[in-house]
């Protein structure tokens, strides 16, 4: 059932650890919550399912979680706990919401089951939805823009990684006034190969995914309808398999209907994300990496933001870049969850990220 309010201020106290556990543990958005969750201070990671590894270690499918004591259980098998992560397919969540709260007071699903606000809108971008009566309920997880409904929210609905990569560029423009919806705008997000999961897939196999620039939804992409539904504009939305691990990132083409100057570009961005713990402004400059890039954030929950002026055309665009499975799902997650239930919001991931790193 929800948690009531009375629950909710016993588990927001600062110096209480709460329960949690993975649904899907065995996957990547699972492996990374369960790395998270393992060295969260406020968090007691109590267990992880996965049908298909039930009675494993966690370590036997995660390695870099070999030192870890906990082994995976059966999904069938939920015990109670105070947070249930769900890193399930889409589909799953949906029809098993009621049993998760029998187990749980908050949870925080990382699939597509609950980001969207209405049925028609699921009608439309997947096959209707399950459990429509939860749509109301859900918070869509992105901090940035939802930090004030997030206190004390009982139903989490972590972003899609394109579509957070593409809504944290453009946020700041809609933000800052420069861009009231009607405009053209064009995104580009390159993305790599742990984006499609752990499960193989001919087009995922190293042989075919090495090396490729890959267009894979030229047009009706879904996370075009978180991109939409959280800026309140058209987005026309592309999206590129590349030659990577790791990460998300999204060139946007903007063409504003009236001028637009570097110090307004400056002042909408600093004035989005000034204060953001997360989100980090890279514009320009000197050095190697002058605009956001994955490499540059692998493995953190950081995004990377910035823009460049074309006068010329009287275009803006606009970079980001994430992790896909960090900012764009499992740390997501993890600071919503942080933010929903009292604690320190950067908890669990102050992880700075490596350089020099590989493929990320």
Known sequence: MPITDSAADDAT????????????????????????????????????????????????????????????????????????????????????????????????????????????????????HDAPEYLDEAVYALPELHREDLPGADLIAAGGCNATATILGLYPLFDGGILDGGEQIVADVKVGSSEGGAGASKAGSHPERSGVVRPYAPTGHRHEAEIEQELGASVSFTAHAVDMVRGAAATCHVFPDGPVSKGDLWSAFRGAYDDEPFVRLQSGGGGVYRYPEPKAVAGTNMAEVGFELDPGNKRLVVFSAIDNLVKGTAGQAVHAANVALGFDETAGLDFQGLHPVGSP
Do not use: C
Not at 74 to 96: I, N
Not at 116 to 126: D, F, H, I, M, S
């Open 13 to 128: 106290g600062a110096d209480e650890t709460v329960t949690a556990s993975v649904v899907g543990g065995s996957g990547f958005a699972g492996g990374e919550l369960l790395r998270i969750l393992a060295g969260h201070p406020d968090f007691e990671l109590a267990g992880a399912t996965s049908r298909e590894y039930a009675g494993k270690s966690v370590g036997s499918v995660h390695p870099n979680l070999r030192g870890t004591d906990l082994r995976f259980s059966d999904p069938a098998d939920l015990d109670a706990v105070d947070v249930l992560f769900a890193a399930t397919p889409h589909g799953v969540s949906m029809e098993q919401i009621d049993e998760f709260y029998e187990v749980a007071d908050t949870v925080v699903d990382l699939s597509a089951d609950f980001r969207l606000n209405t049925v028609e809108q699921y009608e439309e971008w997947y096959d209707g």
